[in-house]
């Protein structure tokens, strides 16, 4: 694999080109790697089973020791994959407290931030919409 990154690369077994792939990837395919499962109510209500977290999003942490928090979505760090919550911190051994940085795949999103109308639509159209589409463009 080479050094920069390649759209072409489809898989790989071997974990260090795993990482590489990631580690390379632009930042508009980074954020497809911070998405997130949703509650079953938004999983019935928009039919997918996950999106990308944005800022803004109500998020409940599954994993660790934040454990059945929920808090506000603050900051979406693409580069590391990251997400910040409002509210979740850390006290560090000088007495002054430090945001955690949470992996999305420990997550699920309880409320989706809605201000964005194109995120609204791609949410919105059902699978069986998707597949009725692709057969008319074909013909």
Do not use: C
């Not at 898989?11 to 990482?19: E, L, T, Y």
């Amino acid at each position: 694999m080479k050094k920069e990154f390649s759209k072409k690369w489809i898989k790989s077994k071997q974990p260090r080109k795993q990482r590489k792939y990631r580690a390379n990837a632009p930042l508009h395919i980074k954020k497809k790697f911070v998405g997130a499962n949703l509650s079953k109510d938004l999983r019935k209500k928009h039919e997918k089973r996950s999106l990308p977290v944005r800022k803004g999003d109500t998020v409940l942490i599954m994993r660790g020791k934040f454990k059945n928090k929920k808090g506000k979505v603050t900051t979406v760090d693409l580069k590391s994959s990251r997400i910040i919550i409002e509210g979740i911190q850390v006290k560090k051994q000088d007495g002054s407290k430090a945001n955690v940085k949470l992996q999305p795949s420990n997550l699920q999103i309880i409320e989706l931030n809605l201000e964005d109308r194109k995120r609204i639509k791609s949410s919105d159209k059902k699978p069986e919409e998707k597949t009725k589409d692709k057969k008319e463009e074909k013909k």
